[in-house]
């Protein structure tokens, strides 16, 4: 385990899957992660990569030729190698290798780099194309926050506050994939109130989320968090049935259609790089 720390936040990082495994404010005394209970769901922070969410029979098609692929990428269980530039910044890197190549053929390298800055904890993914073709991928966060997070609060005190939606579209699932059919979150104020049903048909998949900071917050204190992220098209909240947690989950990628091809380079979302070209994008999480 890899710690971090400044005057005022702690973490924890570990080098399976480059995973967020706590995030502890000093000044409020809370711990804001999940604590991966497997009671319900044994992740705290999984990196999602090469892909996101499910494909179609789990696989896909790339130049003529199948893949097998497991839901949500293979980054999640692999060991990063990891540096720790100083007490307050550490860098994970992963590349392909040869088992990686029969699920995914594509050279690459995957960096996610955690800093603290203030009450901040700052994450950049960056991908570097490290082939000599196109590179086709999606990545995205699974970050879950723990609900309740402090005595005396259940569930249904807490709410996600969100700086732009007054009104949020969501895509419905059926076995993992992404249906046809949609339906409307009116927010009042522009505030989501945390219910356990709001998850018993599994995750709500936004693909016009207009907001770049979701907070959350609840109506018996103030404490919370602000959720800023940019230039993730797509957006994916999730509970286990009944699970003290809410993950927040910014997404580059969405998971396969249910009428999509398997063609890799049909891919709703998929991002492509040329041979040499780096791809980043950054999240903060800010305690208080």
């Given at each position: 385990?890899?710690?971090?720390?400044?005057?005022?936040?702690?973490?924890?990082?570990?080098a399976?899957?480059a995973?967020?495994?706590?995030?502890?404010?000093?000044?409020?005394?809370?711990?804001?992660?999940?604590?991966?209970?497997?009671?319900?769901?044994?992740?705290?922070?999984?990196?999602?990569?090469?892909?996101?969410?499910?494909?179609?029979?789990d696989?896909?098609?790339?130049?003529?030729?199948?893949?097998?692929?497991?839901?949500?990428?293979?980054?999640?269980?692999?060991?990063?190698?990891?540096?720790?530039?100083?007490?307050?910044?550490?860098?994970?890197?992963?590349?392909?290798?040869?088992?990686?190549?029969?699920?995914?053929?594509?050279?690459?390298?995957?960096?996610?780099?955690?800093?603290?800055i203030?009450?901040?904890?700052?994450l950049?993914?960056?991908?570097?194309?490290?082939?000599?073709e196109?590179?086709?991928?999606?990545?995205?966060?699974?970050?879950?926050?723990?609900?309740?997070?402090?005595?005396?609060?259940?569930?249904?005190?807490?709410?996600?506050?969100?700086?732009?939606?007054?009104?949020?579209?969501?895509?419905?699932?059926?076995?993992?994939?992404?249906?046809?059919?949609?339906?409307?979150?009116?927010?009042?104020?522009?505030?989501?109130?945390?219910?356990?049903?709001?998850?018993?048909?599994?995750?709500?998949?936004?693909?016009?989320?207009?907001?770049?900071?979701?907070?959350?917050?609840?109506?018996?204190?103030?404490?919370?968090l602000?959720?800023?992220?940019?230039?993730?098209?797509?957006?994916?909240?999730?509970?286990?049935?009944?699970?003290?947690?809410?993950?927040?989950e910014?997404?580059?990628?969405?998971?396969?259609?249910?009428?999509?091809?398997?063609?890799?380079?049909?891919?709703?979302?998929?991002?492509?790089?040329?041979?040499?070209?780096?791809?980043?994008?950054?999240?903060?999480?800010?305690?208080f």
């Amino acid at each position: 385990m890899i710690t971090l720390e400044n005057d005022y936040i702690k973490v924890s990082l570990a080098a399976k899957g480059a995973e967020l495994q706590g995030l502890f404010s000093k000044e409020t005394g809370i711990e804001y992660l999940w604590d991966a209970n497997p009671k319900f769901w044994a992740k705290h922070s999984p990196v999602l990569f090469p892909i996101v969410g499910s494909l179609k029979n789990d696989s896909f098609n790339y130049k003529g030729k199948n893949y097998a692929l497991p839901r949500h990428g293979f980054a999640r269980d692999h060991v990063f190698n990891f540096d720790k530039i100083s007490g307050t910044e550490a860098v994970f890197t992963l590349t392909q290798s040869d088992d990686t190549l029969k699920l995914y053929p594509f050279y690459f390298e995957l960096r996610l780099k955690y800093q603290l800055i203030d009450r901040k904890l700052n994450l950049t993914y960056e991908v570097v194309n490290t082939g000599t073709e196109e590179m086709y991928f999606s990545i995205g966060a699974h970050p879950a926050f723990a609900v309740p997070n402090t005595p005396n609060t259940k569930y249904e005190d807490y709410y996600l506050a969100f700086n732009a939606d007054e009104k949020l579209t969501y895509w419905k699932l059926e076995d993992g994939l992404v249906a046809d059919d949609t339906a409307n979150i009116e927010l009042g104020g522009h505030k989501l109130n945390l219910t356990h049903d709001l998850f018993y048909n599994d995750a709500l998949v936004f693909k016009t989320i207009q907001s770049n900071c979701i907070s959350l917050l609840n109506t018996k204190n103030d404490y919370g968090l602000h959720f800023h992220f940019e230039d993730f098209p797509f957006f994916g909240i999730w509970a286990a049935t009944n699970a003290p947690f809410v993950c927040l989950e910014p997404w580059c990628g969405v998971a396969d259609g249910v009428n999509h091809d398997q063609d890799l380079e049909h891919k709703e979302g998929i991002i492509k790089i040329a041979a040499g070209e780096n791809w980043e994008r950054y999240l903060e999480v800010e305690c208080f």
